[in-house]
């Protein structure tokens, strides 16, 4: 018999990926930034989690997945100014922003706060760094990714579920939780934005 847990590390992410993808084409690359937000590699890694690992290290690893929104938005805010205020390319401004993505999660690993402290400093952190990134004039609406790109943000999401659930008992359900969001969606979604239409439109 296949194991289950298995099918879905093969399926579960690419499904919800292929979804998102598919949406953002018919409605804008808008909407596929609003789709970045959603937990598409990170909910299926916490489920999977919960079946290898149990319930108290998945609880974990989901509070890890949540302070991992601060590694995130830090990578995001790092692309968009490297881009947009120093004209970096996107494979320069991409690899930079994964420093600063590992960087952030390896410091947060260290942070032993209750959920209700985690979530406000969270969310203060957000609207920090909203405020931070810088404005362009560029319309969003335009533009649709081919199925290369797609195939790439599916591939690197059943990459990234087998690499954290593989050694989530070395890495502990707190950075465990926390690499659930290394940017895979938004990295490439970011690279094909800005091969297709520009700087002005990656921001």
């Known amino acids: 018999m296949f194991d289950a847990v298995l099918l879905l590390k093969l399926g579960l992410a690419p499904v919800l990926i292929l979804a998102a993808s598919l949406a953002g084409n018919r409605w804008g690359n808008t909407v596929s930034g609003w789709i970045v937000g959603l ?3 990170s909910a299926p890694v916490i489920f999977i989690l919960a079946l290898e690992q149990g319930g108290d290290f998945a609880a974990a690893s989901a509070q890890g997945s949540m302070l ?3 590694s995130l938005s830090a990578f995001s805010l790092v692309f968009s100014l490297l881009i947009l205020r120093m004209r970096f390319d996107w494979k320069p401004a991409i690899a930079v922003g994964w420093v600063v993505f590992f960087l952030a999660s390896f410091l947060l690993e260290g942070v032993n706060v209750p959920l ?4 406000v400093g969270v969310s203060v952190w957000l609207v920090f760094v909203a405020r ?3 404005k362009t004039d560029a319309t969003l609406e335009s533009g649709k990714s081919d199925w290369r790109d797609i195939a790439i943000r599916m591939v690197a999401a059943v990459s990234l579920i087998f690499a954290v659930t593989e050694f989530a008992p070395t890495l502990g359900p707190r950075l465990s939780g926390l690499l659930t969001l290394f940017p ?3 990295s490439v979604l ?3 934005i800005y091969r297709r239409e520009g700087a002005a439109s990656s921001g």
Do not use: I, K, Q, R
């Not at 209700?116 to 979530?119: A, D, G, I, P």
């Open 184 to 186: 895979v969606y938004t």
């Open 116 to 119: 209700v402290v985690s979530f």
């Open 190 to 192: 970011a690279a094909s």
């Open 132 to 134: 931070l990134f810088p």
């Open 39 to 41: 937990p598409l590699t």
């Open 68 to 70: 991992g929104l601060a």
